[in-house]
């Protein structure tokens, strides 16, 4: 029976993938994700449905437009793919429950969120504002986190990086880091709480100085002017935190009190 709903759960992230592409393809270009259906950008057919089938399409057509033979982006199956995953690791780790409804909305929002800031150096509103309020509900629906902790958390994740960002502005004299990832902060507050945040926001700052020394030393030039998005790092951090966040803690407590 498990093994039947983790396929269908599977499956659903697929399609739910399917959709990503769209947001992350028309939100940063202010387009409606409704309307008009999906066409090809080249040639502006129409995708049918039987070409729009998640992942499977792709392999069948050879990654190419059926009527121009324009070349399409791997990132569209990998984004489908890797939604499918994702939903599959939460069932596996929370069950059917509103946990996995929970860290469902969140991760959808955090594979958009990823994408568009990485190539536009952008986090939409409309994806952070909302998500807020829906952490701030599914708090009140779960075990886990407790309303309190996440409201808390919506003040300590958004507040704290209000002072970073005001810290950044005075320290290089130019904006360090936009409204877009405080609003995206006080989100993720809203659905881990303020304990995971601030473990967060620790992993993901490690993660990108790590990336910008990477950066620095392949690339002296790039060190001018390049903003690197740190929307992304916020991201992949979440993702550590909720798949191997209890791994980490007990690393953290070996090393400092079994030496
Ligand atoms: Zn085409």
């Known amino acids: 029976m498990n093994l039947l709903i983790g ?145 808390i958390g919506i003040i300590s994740g958004g507040g704290l990086f209000y002072l970073v960002a005001l810290a950044g502005d005075k320290i290089f004299k130019k904006e360090s880091m936009g409204g877009g990832d405080i609003k995206l902060a006080a989100m993720l507050g809203a659905f881990l709480g303020w304990q995971k945040i601030l473990l967060v926001f620790f992993l993901a700052s490690l993660l990108g100085a790590l990336v910008g020394i990477i950066f620095l030393i392949l690339s002296p030039r790039l060190r001018e002017n390049r903003l690197i998005p740190f929307g992304p790092f916020l991201a992949i951090a979440t993702a550590i935190c909720i798949f191997f966040g209890n791994s980490l803690v007990e690393l953290y407590l070996n090393l400092f009190f079994h030496i």
């Not at 990654?63 to 690791?89: D, H, N, T």
């Open 7 to 151: 396929i269908f759960i599977f499956i659903l992230g697929l399609a739910v993938g399917s959709f990503l592409n769209v947001c992350i393809y028309r939100l940063p270009l202010k387009k409606s994700i409704i309307f008009p259906p999906s066409h090809c950008p080249k040639c502006g057919n129409k995708i049918r449905a039987y070409d729009n089938i998640p992942l499977l399409s792709y392999i069948i057509l050879g990654g190419k437009c059926r009527f121009c033979k324009e070349q399409i982006s791997i990132i569209y199956p990998a984004v489908e793919l890797l939604s499918g995953l994702i939903f599959l690791s939460l069932f596996l780790l929370y069950g059917l429950s509103w946990e996995l409804a929970s860290k469902i909305f969140l991760f959808t929002s955090l594979m958009v969120i990823f994408f568009i800031d990485l190539k536009y150096q952008l986090i939409p509103d409309v994806i952070t504002l909302p998500g807020i309020a829906v952490g701030l509900v599914f708090s009140l629906l779960s075990k886990s986190p407790s309303f309190l902790d996440s409201v």
